[in-house]
Each structure stands twice: as C-alpha cells, then as structure tokens.
C-alpha cells in the first residue's frame, strides 16, 4: 500500500481546497494555513432538448 | 392585515446552507413577514415548503440549483421584500489571503502542493467532488452528510489503494498536525493520537488531554458508518497505520459508536500487530465485551479514556478537571426542590453528549427516553416532547432540516429550556455548551438568558430547578473558556468541565430525589 501521500499530510499539515462553507476557509486562514476557496456551484441541469443539440454538436 | 405568500426562484444561483439560513432568519425579522425560508430547490427542499402551504406550482419549477426564497406575510411587505430580493444576498466580503478559484482544477492550478479537500457540498454532489480530490492525489475532509454507502465505500477503497484516508462522509471534526479542521477547538500538539467517528466525542477527548496539559498529535475523524459492516472501517484502518508510523505519536486512542462484529474483529487483529499502545471507547459497548491485545484497553467514556491515553504518556487528569464537590452540591440543590421534581431534561448540541449521557445513567439503573436511544433506552415517538427522563439530540436530523445545527444557532434550544423548565416534574436540565473554530460565537451567551429566565419562573412557582452544564472547550478557543463559564454560572447554571461529570450530578440528583431525600 502507498504511504507517502497521507504521511505528507500529517507531517506538512494540511494545504487545503476547500469546496462549500466559506466559514471552514476563513477558520483554516485564521490558523495561518494555506487554503483556497472554490466559488462552487452545481452543474445546471441540462434539458433534453438541449442535451440532443450537444450531443450532436460534439 | 392580510396574509400572502410569495415564492421567488433565482435560476442557476447557488449558496450554501449557512448563508441560506443567516439570509431566512434577517428575512425573518423583517416587520410583516411571519415565516420565511431561503433554500436551493431540491426535491426535500420543495416537499417542506409545500408542506407549509407555498405553491406547489410554483415550487415545480424550481431545480437543484436554483435559490428559492419562501415569504408569508403582510402582502405589500413580503412583495417588497422580493422586488428588492438582490440586497439580501450579498455576502459580506471576507478575504482569504490564498484566494478563491472558480473551479477545484483552478484551484489545483493555483495551489500545486495541495494536500487536502475539505468538502461541504451538498450530500448529492460531495462524493464527485470527493472522488475528483482523490483523482488528484488530495485526502479529503468530508462534511457533507447524506452520501449513500456505495459511495462511501467506493471513495475509502480509492483512497486506500492511493495512500489517501476520507474523512467522512459526516465529518464534524478533524486536527491535523495542529491545525483544526471543521468544528474544532485549539489544542496544544503532544503525544496522543486519536481515531475518532464522532466529531464531538473527538472535541471532548482532544479537551480533556489539553486541559490536563499534555497535548494532541493528530486526531482523525473517520465519518460516522466507518466502522459498520458495511463499510468495514476503511478510515480507522487507515489513521491507525498513520499514526502507527507518525514518530510524534506515542499513544492511539480511537472513539466510536459500537462497531460492527465483523469490523470489530478486524480492528482487533490489526491492533494485536500495533507497535503502539491502544485505548479504545466504544460508546455503548461494555469494556470488558472486546479482548485486544495486551496493550489494547476499553473504557466506558470520554474521561476514563482520556485519564487512560494520558497514562499512557506519562501524564494525568489535571485537577482543575474536577467539577463542583459532587456530594455538596447535589445536597444544596435537591434540598431546594419541590415534591413533584423527579426527571433530568438534557437538550444536547452534540450527539455523542446525548449519547454518553445515556450511558452514564444505564449503568445507574435508570432508564431514559431519547430521540437517538442507546440500546435499552426508550425511543422517544416525538423528539419534541418529553417524557419523564428524556435525553435529547437537538443535532439530529429532526431538527435541523432547514435550520442552523445546535452547535451554530442556538434559538430551538434556548426555546427548549423554556418549555422544560415550565414542567413541575423537571428537577435538572442538562445542557452541553461546545467552543471551538466554526461554532457559535458565544455559545454560552445564546443560552444564558433562557437558563435565567427558566429558573426564575421555575422559583416564582414555588419551585428549584438546577441547571447543570459542561463546557467542551479550552483556553485557546475563540470564545474563550474562562469566559463561557462564568456566563454559564451567572445565568445560573452549575459548570463541570465534562459532560461525563455534568450527567454524574444530574444523576446523584435523581438518585437522591428517589431514596426520598
């Protein structure tokens, strides 16, 4: 099993991505740790319609 | 005044749930408006709006990603408030010194050393996002709630075969190398490492060994079902090889609900192999049911496994850890108490509290009702209403769909105490107050006014109720531990510093109330 990746994290401490509450950011930031915040939102839902013009273009 | 409701959906306008509910609660409070609600469109979403007599045709036009803000009220108000929706949703600006990125691939752009993703989308899309940050060589810290087991499994078997741990899905706390993650409180580094499924059994834990000063080197959170059958305990397997090879740590102890059989045997043999010294609670599962190795050791709650890990370092319970004299105070405050008071009422932010709590009084005798019943407990038909002794998750999902947890808003709980406090036959309220990053600001401030209030009225009908509180917290966290216990004994409340020693008070106190003292 490879080890190193996890080994990283515990000895490095984490450098963070962080995908929804901006408040788990801006906690992280707080105890001076490198984070950065993705302004995510879900996919739109495609209708059919528009799914067969894709599909057609692509 | 005539009464309106007014449904509006922002197309393709996404915001997350804290936001949401700090948006519906200033809505809320605006004059004319008696209920609003601002949420995306899913399906469970739409179902409780309907449900609260909103337009069902409406509603169906709205998708998983379009925001839709609820009103009912005065009807001139609430259609104001819509006309000028736009103001509300501006988010205060906070700067984040790494910046923010449109997308996870920006965001790895940006930040090529990335170690960790910490995930708290909702439960339909987290294990994707989950998944992408396995892809690209991230463990992940995973909030998010309501990620089926098939996902759960598939994740955890990534991670293992990469090197990576998934933390979650339902992960409320996490302290790496220092540095807390989630709803964590700010705890010296030291020798202890711990593995835990719980979020605030991993906070009390990881408080106690601070408060007795020796310290903590990683505390890994695992996710709830970690350690079920079905998903065979993939994380805890994971953290204990971790910490297993991590030189700053020289003891292991690992928090859980009660395992799997199948899982159980698993972590045996694997701790039977462990160059390092295990302690182990499984709440709810008596110590003397697992047999480990030698140096692997069960304990029945948080604070007899603390005082065993800090043994285990050469250390030991600090005195300041001692709460009220027990014997004194239980005598003061029964001998203040009206005939009628005979239950304890414990209304608790975190589910392991409620949990422990219910375990401190079934090795007393005494049988309680609980919306998350311990076996042998009584489940509670309705979490809002209580029966005779009634220990009470206000964490679970009964209560926090649409609203802010316990831990964040603590207006159903300050409500909680008022109605409990006007029942005669309560003599104890057992309350949990948790500090620490992400959770309220002042905790104890939020609930200081109803304990006051309950007390007072409770004494103006001739009665005494006693109100008993622990605080999980220490000297570092934000809200300052000092500080939210003296708020907490100036509302009137008894302050212990576990929530082990909290329901140790509330029951000597009913003990005491049925030898007829």
């Known amino acids: 099993m490879k080890t190193a990746a996890l080994k990283d994290l515990l000895e490095q401490g984490p450098i963070a991505i962080n995908i929804g509450l901006l408040e788990f950011a801006t906690a992280l930031q707080d105890q001076s740790r490198d984070v950065i915040h993705v302004d995510w939102s879900p996919r739109p839902e495609i209708g059919e319609e528009l799914k067969g013009i894709l599909d057609e273009l692509l | ?517």
């Not at chain 2, 406090?421 to 109803?450: K, R, W």
């Open chain 2, 1 to 517: 005044m005539s009464q309106s409701r007014e449904v509006a959906i922002r197309k393709n306008r996404y915001f997350d749930s804290v936001f949401l509910m700090a948006v519906a609660r200033r809505l809320g409070e605006q004059s004319g408006v008696s209920a609003a609600a601002a949420v995306m469109g899913t399906p469970a979403n739409k179902e409780a709006l309907i449900e609260m007599g909103f337009s069902e045709r409406k509603l169906n036009a709205a998708d998983p990603s379009d925001l839709v803000v609820a009103l009912e009220g005065d009807g001139e108000a609430i259609r104001s408030l819509v006309d000028n929706l736009e103001e509300w949703l501006v988010r205060p600006k906070m700067e984040l010194s790494g910046g923010t990125a449109i997308s996870v691939d920006a965001a790895l752009s940006q930040q090529g050393n990335s170690n960790l993703a910490v995930i708290s989308v909702p439960g339909e899309y987290a294990a994707a996002e989950a998944s992408y940050a396995l892809d690209h060589g991230l463990s992940v810290f995973l909030f998010s709630d309501h990620v089926s087991i098939e996902d759960e499994i598939a994740l955890k078997q990534k991670a293992r075969d990469a090197g990576l741990i998934v933390m979650g899905p339902d992960c409320g706390t996490a302290l790496i190398a220092g540095t807390g993650v989630g709803f964590a409180n700010v705890v010296r580094r030291g020798p202890v490492g711990v593995v835990a499924s719980s979020g605030t059994g991993l906070q009390e834990f990881t408080c106690l060994v601070h408060r007795s000063g020796s310290g903590i080197s990683h505390g890994l959170g695992t996710g709830s079902r970690d350690l079920s059958d079905e998903v065979g305990g993939f994380s805890t397997l994971a953290a204990i090889d971790a910490l297993e090879r991590d030189s700053g740590t020289r003891a292991i102890a690992i928090i859980s609900k009660p395992p799997g059989k199948k899982t159980l045997k698993r972590i045996e043999k694997r701790l039977k192999a462990c160059s390092k010294p295990v302690v182990a609670c499984f709440l709810g599962l008596s110590p003397g049911s697992v047999s480990g190795a030698k140096q692997f050791r069960t304990y029945s709650t948080l604070d007899d496994l603390a005082a065993a890990a800090l043994g285990l370092v050469g250390a030991r319970p600090a005195t300041s850890l001692s709460g009220p004299n027990a014997a004194d105070s239980v005598g003061n405050e029964v001998q203040r108490m009206a005939a009628t008071q005979q239950y304890v009422r414990g209304l608790f932010a975190g589910g392991t509290f409620c949990y422990q709590s219910q375990q401190v009084f079934q090795d007393a005798g005494i049988v309680a009702y609980s919306n998350a019943p311990l076996e042998g407990m009584h489940k509670m038909a309705d979490g809002n209403k209580s029966i005779e002794h009634s220990l009470v998750d206000m964490g679970a999902d009964e209560f926090t769909v649409g609203t802010p947890h316990p831990m964040i808003d603590a207006t159903q709980r300050a409500r909680r105490i008022g109605i409990e406090g006007q029942d005669p036959a309560v003599a104890v309220l057992l309350l949990d107050v948790i500090l620490g990053y992400n959770a309220s600001p002042d905790p104890a401030g939020d609930l200081a006014e109803a304990i006051s209030t309950a007390k007072a009225n409770a004494m103006k009908d001739g009665r005494y109720l006693s109100v008993a509180a622990s605080v999980c917290g220490t000297d570092g966290d934000p809200q300052g531990l000092e500080n939210q216990e003296r708020i907490l004994r100036e509302a009137g409340a008894m302050v212990f510093p576990s929530n082990v020693q909290a329901t140790e008070f509330a029951r000597d106190v009913i003990l005491r109330r049925l030898e007829g003292d």
